[in-house]
């Protein structure tokens, strides 16, 4: 069965950061592509971030390049999202989804991101 | 443009068929997907490509797209339906994601 579990969320200062993980099972992750997707309270989705299967190819959303950084471990079966310089905006859930071309066909329940003073 | 625009809400009778659509530039180049999504749970893949859907789907969803219009028809929408529903595609560049405003589905 396919697990995408998400952690790291919390509450964060303005201008602080925070390491988000998704611990994946049930699937090569090796072989996947990945995203990260997020939720602001009460809104619509978010694309976020974008890594190939090996890490080569990365790509951010314009409202978070610069400050986000995505990554994983292959070895470790993990994906990784670094948040730094969080702003109110950045206040979401965010979902770790697995990538097969145009489909993120698995999704994670997500962790809480709450970026407040 | 790489903006996705749905209608905000529709309403279907129970049992009856409803189509949503999403319109955006990029549509004419990629293939969109389709997402629903109900109060508390993380989205569900229910339609993607040219019109696939994923195991455990039921075959009432059906996708289309033409030109710049993507749309997903519930044929005899069901209570469980209910839900908010989501399209995504690819900006025009082909490297980011994009999903659209997402629409409130009511089954009456």
């Known amino acids: 069965e396919v697990q995408l579990v998400e952690s790291g969320g919390g509450l964060v200062q303005p201008g602080g950061s925070l390491r988000l993980s998704c611990a994946a099972s049930?699937?090569?992750?090796?072989?996947?592509?990945m995203n990260w997707v997020r939720q602001a309270p009460g809104k619509g989705l978010e694309w976020v971030s974008y890594i190939s299967s090996s890490g080569s190819t990365i790509y951010y959303a314009d409202s978070v390049k610069g400050r986000f950084t995505i990554s994983r471990d292959n070895a470790k079966n993990s994906l990784y999202l670094q948040m730094n310089s969080l702003r109110a905006e950045d206040t979401a859930v965010y979902y770790c989804?697995?990538?097969?071309?145009?489909?993120?066909?698995?999704w994670g329940q997500g962790t809480l991101v709450t970026v407040s003073s | 443009s790489s903006e996705l625009t749905q209608d905000p809400a529709v309403s279907v009778a129970l049992g009856q068929t409803v189509r949503i659509t999403c319109q955006g530039d990029s549509l004419r180049s990629y293939y969109a997907s389709w997402y629903q999504q109900k109060p508390g749970q993380a989205p569900v893949l229910v339609i993607y490509?040219?019109?696939n859907r994923p195991s455990g789907i039921p075959d009432r969803f059906s996708g289309s797209s033409s030109g710049n219009t993507a749309s997903l028809t519930i044929t005899g929408a069901q209570a469980e339906d209910e839900a908010d529903y989501y399209c995504?595609?690819?900006?025009?560049?082909?490297?980011?994601?994009?999903f659209g405003t997402g629409t409130k589905v009511t089954v009456l």
């Open positions: 049930g699937f090569t992750f090796s072989s996947y592509e």
């Open positions: 995504n595609s690819r900006d025009s560049s082909g490297n980011h994601g994009v």
């Open positions: 989804a697995r990538a097969q071309g145009i489909k993120l066909g698995y």
């Open positions: 490509g040219k019109n």
